[in-house]
């Protein structure tokens, strides 16, 4: 086997072709919406309607006939099957590639349908809209729970146990992924410095493209599932 660990982050260009708008594509949600509004804790503070709002629009839409596809099988695939450790970091909060089949996940940047008490810290499995009265699970407060969502100037989640596998990896994936947003920006070079491979998957070069040993260009569909099968077909 040619690779021994595999990491792999994913963005929201994966979940593209399932019908989720990405972020800074043609249409995407910072044209609709002011970053600093609704995805900071300064927005929520301002205006928690307005952030409550935002969130819920997406719960809805996530859990009316959006479908994993075929990049997110892929990878779901590829941890099946492949012999050495397949490690997969998203900056998506869908919950897409659960639902391909992917178990060794993380989710940095949180998880659309879990709520987070800012009372006693806790997250909660939370599928319907979060609403000023709604009640938290885990310890019964009123009206103090927001999106179990990572905003700018927030901590991103697990990031001890993500920055010692890239640092443990041999080869490296990034899928979907503009490479505007740190820290997952910076994981390939973090990926480089451990000696990895690293492949940029993605519909066009992003802007950590030159980071990248080797690329592949085109939809997640299209461009995921043959780099997968040459994955597993290696020797
Ligand atoms: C942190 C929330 C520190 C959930 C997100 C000034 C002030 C404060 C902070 C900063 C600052 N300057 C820099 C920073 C750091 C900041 C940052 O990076 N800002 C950027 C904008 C410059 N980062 C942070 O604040 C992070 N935290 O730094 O904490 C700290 C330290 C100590 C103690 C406390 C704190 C937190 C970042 C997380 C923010 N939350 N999301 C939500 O609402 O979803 S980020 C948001 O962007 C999403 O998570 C998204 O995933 C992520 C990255 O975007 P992408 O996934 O790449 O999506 P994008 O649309 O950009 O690109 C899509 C790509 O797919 C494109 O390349 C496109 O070509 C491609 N594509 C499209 N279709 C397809 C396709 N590819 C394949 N197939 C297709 N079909």
Not at 34 to 47: H, I, K, Q, S
Not at 66 to 72: F, I, K, L, Q, Y
Not at 79 to 105: I, K, M
Not at 172 to 194: K, N, W
Request: aromatic share 6%; charged share 20%.
């Amino acid at each position: 086997m040619k690779h021994e660990r595999i990491v792999i982050l994913t963005g929201a260009g994966i979940s593209a072709e399932s019908g989720i708008s990405t972020f800074r594509d043609q249409g995407g949600l910072w044209e609709q919406y002011r970053l600093e509004d609704v995805a900071t804790p300064e927005g929520f503070r301002r205006n928690p309607d307005t952030v409550q709002a935002f969130y819920n629009e997406r719960r809805r839409q996530l859990q009316e006939g959006v479908e994993p596809n075929a990049g997110h099988k892929a990878l779901a695939r590829l941890e099946q099957h492949y012999p050495g450790q397949v490690l997969l970091v998203t900056q998506n909060v869908d919950d897409l590639h659960e639902r391909a089949g992917s178990c060794n996940l993380i989710h940095m940047h949180g998880d659309l349908l879990q709520a987070w008490c800012e009372v006693c810290h806790q997250p909660s499995d939370w599928h319907e809209p979060i609403e000023a009265d709604s009640v938290c699970p885990a310890c019964g407060t009123t009206g103090r729970l927001r999106p179990n969502v990572v905003w700018f100037g927030e901590m991103p989640q697990q990031m001890e146990r993500i920055q010692g596998e890239l640092a443990a990896c041999d080869l490296f994936l990034a899928v979907g992924t503009s490479g505007q947003v740190y820290p997952a920006a910076g994981f390939v070079e973090l990926a480089r410095s451990a000696g990895a491979h690293t492949v940029e998957l993605n519909l066009e070069a992003s802007e950590m493209n030159s980071a990248f040993d080797e690329h592949r260009h085109g939809r997640a569909g299209e461009v995921v599932p043959p780099y997968v099968e040459e994955l597993l077909g290696a020797p």
